[in-house]
């Protein structure tokens, strides 16, 4: 109950903290890291064999996936993108398969399996540990739709009076189910969260968007596995899974409530950076506040003459000045020079 208040009280509401979010650039940027470690998180915990450094510089990049490694984030990470704008749909086999198919193109051995329960006709699935002892041999195939159909039936249910389950008890519940029922034959572990994280932005939970559950369970996979296990050795009580996600949720707003404040801090920390310059122009001041303020932003030399209304070299040597004490970073698109704000500086630290 401590755990759910503690949610509730952050992942509907507001963020406790010194001072508020600085502007939608910098919110942007906080849900385009957890989209990022969501889905590199997730990933490796079925197996994606990558480094975390390799997976974000492909998601930044923009680069199309070529490994399976890489098609595995992609695919985690464009699904946790479209989850929102799901949110307003009622769950149903096409959703649950639209999700999957979402998840899994191009990185299933049979791509005919990709956003369609198991059949008959496939492989029967049996969950092993790393040293192949068998731990979970999920419902046959045949049972699939029909369990299928029930935890949609549940999902689907409003609140019964005399009997409300809270929005995050039932979306852990959720995610247990559904891979209890294992529907799809790869995948199943991924959709499952993707499940949870569905449920959750439906009931308004907005700050679930923001956070990594996966990169808590990849610190601890035998942790997140016994959760499984126990619950269904001991006739499916999902008190052990219950608990140990409530756990989870709540390290996981507390990492994001340091990574903002953290990032809050180094805001503050520029002005004082910038005492440390003080050969700077008001232009180049100016726009390292800008950049500071726009950490996405990119600037070409052609834009500062314009804003600033000085000549083409002033603006030149404005930018590659500041290149020059990397508090800016020259990088090449197509036949264009544009400059970034140094990581260095965004951390506080310059050089």
Same mark, same amino acid.
């Given at each position: ?109 049979? %791509? ?48 019964? %009076? ?190």
């Amino acid at each position: 109950m401590e755990n759910l208040h503690f949610i509730d009280s952050f992942a509907g509401g507001q963020i406790a903290l010194d001072e508020p979010v600085p502007n939608k650039e910098l919110k942007e940027k906080y849900l385009m890291r957890s989209l990022i470690e969501e889905a590199i998180s997730s990933s490796l915990l079925e197996g994606a064999a990558t480094t975390r450094k390799k997976a974000k510089e492909l998601l930044i990049s923009g680069k199309k996936p070529v490994s399976h490694a890489e098609k595995m984030i992609f695919n985690n990470y464009t699904t946790v993108k479209k989850l929102s704008s799901f949110k307003d749909r009622p769950l149903s086999i096409e959703l649950l398969n639209s999700i999957h198919r979402s998840i899994t193109e191009g990185t299933l051995k049979d %791509p005919e399996t990709s956003g369609r329960f198991r059949t008959s006709d496939d492989e029967p699935i049996v969950v092993q540990d790393f040293q192949g002892n068998t731990l979970f041999e999920p419902p046959p195939a045949g049972e699939v739709e029909p369990m299928a159909l029930a935890l949609i039936e549940f999902a689907n249910q409003n609140q019964v %009076p005399g009997e409300f389950i809270h929005p995050v008890i039932k979306a852990i519940i959720l995610h247990f189910w559904l891979a209890y029922i294992h529907p799809f034959v790869d995948g199943n572990g991924r959709t499952a969260r993707a499940l949870f994280y569905w449920h959750l932005l439906k009931n308004n939970y907005w700050l679930m968007e923001y956070l990594s559950i996966s990169s808590i369970f990849l610190k601890a996979p035998v942790q997140y596995a016994r959760s499984f296990l126990y619950s269904e050795i001991d006739d499916r009580d999902l008190t052990y899974f219950i608990v140990y996600n409530l756990r989870v949720i709540r390290t996981a707003i507390d990492n994001l409530k340091f990574y903002i404040a953290r990032k809050q801090k180094e805001v503050r920390l520029f002005d004082e950076n910038l005492r440390g310059y003080p050969e700077l122009n008001s232009r180049q001041s100016a726009l390292l506040k800008h950049a500071c303020r726009h950490p996405n932003f990119f600037y070409s030399i052609k834009n500062h003459q314009i804003r600033h209304g000085v000549t083409y070299q002033t603006a030149r040597t404005d930018l590659l000045d500041l290149a020059k004490k990397k508090l800016m970073e020259k990088i090449k698109k197509g036949k264009t020079f544009y400059f970034i704000l140094s990581k260095n500086f965004e951390r506080g630290v310059a050089e």
